[in-house]
């Protein structure tokens, strides 16, 4: 119950839902108080009548709603004629059997062309003749109102004389009443008068027969819609026809028209066809032929479509479309739509080059491979460009958007773009929405935007793991959205200024919650938000100090590898710095020269006067010891000089020269240590050049040249044993060259 004065108050209630509440009495100023009401809503509430609804005060209703109700009679009350704003009227499924002349007498005092009376769902049997003579209505819909041709035929007679401007005839969907139409039961059609005509959800349409279409010659707008007519022959071409709609009727072959007045053609969702055949439609503006899966052996030309004044073309949604020729014949195009569609010869030559007025283009997944840079030459006017799911030559996006100065809108998600050129959106001045997600892109290249008036920048479902902190500045000012989730952040110290951007912007990033770390593995799933840049802070100091230790050691491990013989030496001359010496002399020289040395050497000094102990390392180390270690145990450490035979052979042998160098280490850390050079033969400088060290020290040092003549050879003798005797502990007794021989000179290199 709705007792009175229930809503006072609310004068500026404009919508009430009384839906679902079985009301069992209304008093007769329930509704008093709604002053500015314009939509009052009563589904299933048990009402029986309109009589009981006390509405004659509402003068601004604009909606009235009593669908699902128990209404049984159409008589409109009194109070209605004062309903002047009144605009819909919804009767539907309520139990109107029968519509009489007195029943709609309030309709003809009520403003014409205004009121949309929807009286579907009722069990109509019988609408009396003239009972809509001289109404004048905005639109009527009747749908699954009839059990049969025949009580249908009758109650559209009984429409005869109603003025309307549209007439919705048909079926729903779920609700099939009609098992057949027959062919005469829209031949009433031709006594009413109406601007626009629909019909929809005929089963078992008669095909032979369209006859009734002939009552409908100066209808302005046809539309039919899931009707199984299977076939439609060509309507007289004096037809007043200017909006023709054919949607999901299962016709088999492309209708043949050549209609003179028609200005919009949509035909949509006939699967059955596979062929496009042209059409004369010399004022056609609006064509929509999407979801037809139908082939074009070539596209596009006025002639196809037999107009010159085309602005609106939706080829989407069908099979192969091989474009020919560049739109010749229809530079008045503003809007095209290929998407989902296959083109063929897209990107083979500038196709779009006529059609300097098209605002708007999507050929979204196309197939389409863009290797032609100048595919969209001409476009001079063009707003909105989409271009998804296609390919472009190397995964790379040059700069193909040259003449695109109008552009405002720019879709390249799902190409497959890994690289894009800088200069690729430097001729866009208008440019204000890109989407560059589910591509393939590693990073994000903010300098190719620095001169965009960029609102809105997509750039989700990437493999960008970081932008560069030191570009992040030059983002367009004007940018309020930037999208970057489903990326594969890597949240790493690395990275810690773009992180710590993210976080200081998360209100321009959309979504910025979505953001997750995919590396480092323990922070992967976790939000980039997450972050915290007292973890690098830390991290900073402990790779600090674990590089320097690295450092360290590696430094100690190369000096110790290099130095590893020397270490050794210094270890040795501390241990037997103080014993007596095993040998006099210990002996370098190259292998090539070992007969002078047995020969010459071995034989003066061991069986000579003073006898001499020699080190040799074909004779004096120990088998089963590296030869380095020989060399400093048992040469170095044993004996109390070093000879070095110096010869070509000598210079050229690496193991000499590694003796040679030990033997100047020795010599540094032994005091009374001491060399002693024999140059067998004369060297040339450029060779001796090759070893700095011994070239310097042979010229700032004496040395014993070994001379092959008998006086050479007394000189060299004596020259040797003197050298040899320094620092060793023997009586002079039986030799005859005790004296030293002050006065001989050397020869200097």
Not at 132 to 145: C, H, M
Not at 170 to 195: H, Q, V
Not at 364 to 371: E, F, Q, Y
Not at 607 to 621: I, K, T
Request: a negative charge; hydrophobic letters at 40%.
């Amino acid at each position: 119950m709705i007792a009175d004065d229930a809503y006072q108050g609310l004068n500026h209630l404009s919508t009430l839902i009384l839906t679902g509440n079985p009301i069992r009495s209304l008093g007769v100023g329930a509704f008093s108080g709604l002053s500015s009401l314009q939509t009052l809503v009563a589904v299933e509430i048990n009402l029986a009548s309109l009589e009981v609804l006390p509405l004659g005060h509402l003068k601004t209703l604009k909606e009235l709603n009593v669908a699902h109700n128990l209404i049984n009679s159409f008589k409109l009350p009194e109070y209605f004629s004062n309903l002047t704003n009144l605009e819909h009227l919804d009767l539907s499924n309520n139990n109107i059997q029968n519509i009489s002349h007195r029943d709609t007498q309030v309709l003809r005092q009520m403003p014409a062309f205004k009121v949309a009376l929807d009286l579907s769902l009722n069990p109509l049997d019988f609408i009396e003749p003239g009972a809509f003579e001289k109404i004048e209505l905005r639109e009527l819909t009747l749908r699954s109102n009839f059990n049969s041709s025949d009580i249908m035929k009758t109650c559209i007679q009984g429409l005869a004389g109603l003025r309307i401007n549209r007439l919705v005839l048909g079926e729903f969907k779920n609700e099939r009443i009609i098992p057949n139409l027959d062919k005469s039961a829209l031949k009433g059609l031709c006594n009413l008068t109406t601007e626009e005509f629909r019909i929809a959800y005929f089963d078992d349409f008669p095909e032979d027969d369209l006859g009734f279409l002939d009552c409908l010659a100066n209808v302005s707008t046809i539309s039919l819609v899931n009707l199984r007519l299977r076939r439609l022959g060509a309507p007289p071409k004096d037809f007043k026809w200017q909006n023709l709609k054919l949607t999901r009727c299962y016709l088999k072959h492309f209708p043949i028209l050549e209609l003179a007045f028609l200005k919009e053609f949509v035909f949509t969702n006939n699967k059955g066809i596979s062929l496009f055949t042209d059409i004369d439609l010399p004022l056609l503006e609006f064509l929509d032929l999407s979801r037809n899966d139908l082939s074009f052996k070539g596209c596009c030309h006025h002639n196809d479509f037999g107009t010159t004044r085309l602005k609106h073309l939706d080829l989407s949604f069908n099979d192969v479309i091989t474009m020919s020729t560049n739109f010749v014949g229809l530079e008045q195009l503003e809007y095209l739509d290929f998407q989902n569609s296959k083109l063929k010869q897209a990107s083979a030559f500038s196709v779009f080059l006529s059609l300097k007025n098209l605002l708007y283009l999507d050929i979204s997944h196309t197939n389409t491979r863009v290797a032609f840079r100048g595919i969209f030459k001409g476009l001079v006017s063009l707003q909105v460009l989409k271009m998804a799911g296609n390919t472009f030559e190397d995964d790379f996006l040059p700069n193909i958007f040259t003449d695109l100065t109008n552009l405002t809108f720019l879709d390249l998600s799902d190409c497959q773009l890994e690289q894009v050129s800088q200069e690729a959106f430097g001729s866009l001045p208008k440019l204000q929405l890109l989407n560059m997600s589910h591509n393939n892109l590693f990073s994000l290249d903010i300098l190719s935007y620095k001169h965009l008036p960029l609102q809105i920048l997509d750039h989700s479902f990437n493999h960008i793991v970081a932008a560069k902190s030191q570009e992040l500045q030059y983002l367009p000012s004007s940018l309020v959205s930037l999208n970057l989730t489903q990326n594969e952040f890597a949240c790493v110290c690395e990275h810690m200024g773009f992180l710590q951007w993210v976080q200081d912007h998360r209100n321009l990033l959309a979504g910025a919650e979505q953001m997750m770390c995919a590396k480092p593995f323990e922070m992967q799933g976790m939000s980039v938000l997450s972050f915290r840049n007292a973890t690098c802070q830390m991290s900073k100091t402990i790779i600090s100090v674990s590089v320097l230790s690295v450092l360290v050691v590696s430094v100690v491990a190369v000096l110790v590898y290099k130095f590893y013989f020397h270490l050794m030496l210094l270890v040795g001359c501390k241990k037997y710095g103080r014993g007596e010496c095993t040998y006099d002399a210990f002996v370098i020289y190259s292998s090539q020269d070992e007969d002078w040395v047995r020969n010459e050497l071995v034989k003066n000094l061991e069986e000579g006067v003073p006898p001499f102990q020699l080190c040799l390392h074909y004779r004096d180390f120990i088998p089963g010891v590296a030869i380095a270690a020989n060399i400093i145990q048992e040469g170095f450490h044993k004996s109390r000089k070093v000879i070095v035979v110096v010869s070509h052979h000598f210079i050229q042998s690496r193991w000499c020269i590694f003796e040679y160098e030990i033997a100047q280490t020795w010599q540094f850390l032994s005091s009374h240590a001491g060399i002693i050079f024999i140059v067998l033969q004369k060297l040339e400088k450029s060779l001796l050049r090759q070893q700095v060290e011994l070239y310097r020290l042979l010229s700032r040092n004496t040395y014993l040249e070994w001379e092959d003549s008998v006086l050479g050879r007394h000189i060299f003798w004596r020259r040797l044993r003197k050298a040899l005797l320094d620092g060793k502990s023997w009586s002079p007794e039986g030799t005859e060259d005790a004296e030293s021989s002050h006065h001989e000179a050397t020869t200097p290199i």
